[in-house]
T-cell receptor
Framework: NAGVTQTPKFQVLKTGQSMTLQCAQDMNHNSMYWYRQDPGMGLRLIYYSASEGTTDKGEVPNGYNVSRLNKREFSLRLESAAPSQTSVYFC?????????????FGPGTRLLVL | GIQVEQSPPDLILQEGANSTLRCNFSDSVNNLQWFHQNPWGQLINLFYIPSGTKQNGRLSATTVATERYSLLYISSSQTTDSGVYFCAVERVYNNNDMRFGAGTRLTVKP
């Protein structure tokens, strides 16, 4: 099992450009998450999807959109990138529901917005 | 929202020493996890522990939910334990909305 995979690993954007970060999991998990991590800080939740077909805002959703394409895939889109969105982005998944919600993380995407 | 505070922010140990990391949270939770972020940035789940005590090798964790804190114990530390340790909580009735503390940066010297 690959676990949680993310693409790309690294990306440089100019202010105003758009891009989509991809995430996929092969553990048949119901719930998926997108976080950002800024230097010296903990992770902050951007959006989450408790199950296929649902998405909800987290702590810092402004400037982002998400799509739960199917049970395996959860994408994060930046429509018009800003320097403040320079960060490391992590995707995670968990079983969700009433069962243990251990989270498993992908390797991260480093994004630099110039 | 819920506040999650970790202490100490930084910890430097000699190899072989023991340590205790603390996580305080401001509201009732139904999910608490401890993670280790290694120097390459990978996040690894150490414990899912909303209450009680668990042990895994040299690591153990205790959560006292009624007093709103959790402790992570590292015994006989090794250089590979270096990195940042995060706790994360999910408040009751806020399913899937996980909030992380700022972390404890641990450096283990040989």
């Amino acid at each position: 099992n690959a676990g949680v995979t993310q693409t790309p690993k690294f990306q440089v954007l100019k202010t105003g450009q758009s891009m989509t970060l991809q995430c996929a999991q092969d553990m048949n998990h119901n719930s998926m998450y997108w976080y950002r991590q800024d230097p010296g800080m903990g992770l902050r939740l951007i959006y989450y999807s408790a199950s296929e077909g649902t998405t909800d805002k987290g702590e810092v959703p402004n400037g982002y959109n998400v799509s739960r394409l199917n049970k395996r895939e959860f994408s994060l889109r930046l429509e018009s990138a800003a320097p403040s969105q320079t960060s490391v982005y992590f995707c995670a998944s968990s079983e969700g529901g009433a069962r243990v919600k251990t989270q498993y993380f992908g390797p991260g995407t480093r994004l630099l917005v110039l | 929202g819920i506040q999650v505070e970790q202490s100490p922010p930084d910890l430097i140990l000699q190899e072989g020493a023991n340590s205790t990391l603390r996580c305080n949270f401001s509201d009732s939770v139904n999910n608490l996890q401890w993670f280790h972020q290694n120097p390459w940035g990978q996040l690894i789940n150490l414990f899912y522990i909303p209450s009680g005590t668990k042990q895994n090798g040299r690591l153990s964790a205790t959560t006292v939910a009624t007093e709103r804190y959790s402790l992570l114990y590292i015994s006989s530390s090794q250089t590979t334990d270096s990195g940042v340790y995060f706790c994360a909580v999910e408040r009751v009735y806020n399913n899937n909305d996980m909030r992380f503390g700022a972390g404890t940066r641990l450096t283990v010297k040989p």
